[in-house]
């Protein structure tokens, strides 16, 4: 799997939008881009994943850039409650089952 | 909406002592998985589970270790005899055939080893 670069911390003000980047310059084309999250002493929380195309749920939007070498995590309207490590990890989808490997991620801080 | 359950949520054990951690996975999810996080660190993945045998360990998990099923509901993780480097907290994940990379988390066990 890719390895992944993150910033290790990051701030952002409550109801403003958090941009979370991670690099990944090594991905292959058969690797997806995941984000999980793990707010304090709470079991990591799937957020989103893509390939190549910028994708949208409930939680958060990625968008990855067109040579893939990059992404962004976006949460639009942060709140208290995303305060929370987020864990970029490149991986081909399927591929050995299990196994997540987890970075140190980036600790965001939402403040009021 | 359904979620991963772990029980107990906190354990103390003497070193040397046996231990089985509970997990009751999201029910119709068929991989099944078992992490660590000693207190500061990294999320270590430990082992996956599958059609009722291991489909992939990390050297972490060595022999001190097993996995069970023993019914349709339950995943167990055995620790035969536990050491102090075994204190962390231990989280059991889910997920199903389709999507089986948006791995389900549990509350987690807190493993104290004394």
């Known amino acids: 799997d890719a390895k992944t670069t993150q910033p290790p911390s990051m701030d952002c003000a409550e109801g403003r939008a958090a941009n979370l980047p991670c690099n990944h310059s090594t991905i292959s084309g058969n690797e997806y881009v995941y984000w999980y999250r793990q707010i304090h002493s709470q079991g990591p929380q799937y957020i989103i994943h893509?390939?190549?195309n910028n994708e949208t749920n409930e939680m958060a939007s990625l968008i990855i850039t067109e040579d893939r070498k990059s992404s962004t995590l976006i949460l639009p309207h942060a709140t208290l409650r995303d305060t929370a490590v987020y864990y970029c990890?490149?991986?081909?989808?399927?591929?050995?089952?299990?196994?997540?490997?987890f970075g140190k991620g980036t600790k965001l801080s939402v403040k009021p | 909406e359904p979620e991963v359950t772990q029980t107990p949520s906190h354990q103390v054990t003497q070193m040397g002592q046996e231990v089985i951690l509970r997990c009751v996975p999201i029910?119709?999810?068929?991989?099944f998985y078992w992490y660590r996080q000693i207190l500061g660190q990294k999320v270590e993945f430990l082992v996956s589970?599958?059609?009722?045998?291991?489909?992939?360990k990390s050297e972490i998990f060595d022999d001190q270790f097993s996995v069970e099923r023993p019914d349709g509901s339950n995943f167990t993780l055995k620790i035969r005899s536990t050491k102090l480097e075994d204190s962390a907290m231990y989280f059991c994940a889910s997920s199903d055939a389709r999507t089986w990379d948006e791995q389900y988390f549990g509350p987690g066990t807190r493993l104290t080893v004394t």
């Open positions: 029910s119709n999810h068929l991989y």
């Open positions: 589970f599958y059609n009722n045998e291991i489909s992939e």
């Open positions: 990890i490149v991986r081909v989808a399927g591929g050995s089952q299990g196994n997540l490997i």
């Open positions: 893509g390939l190549k």
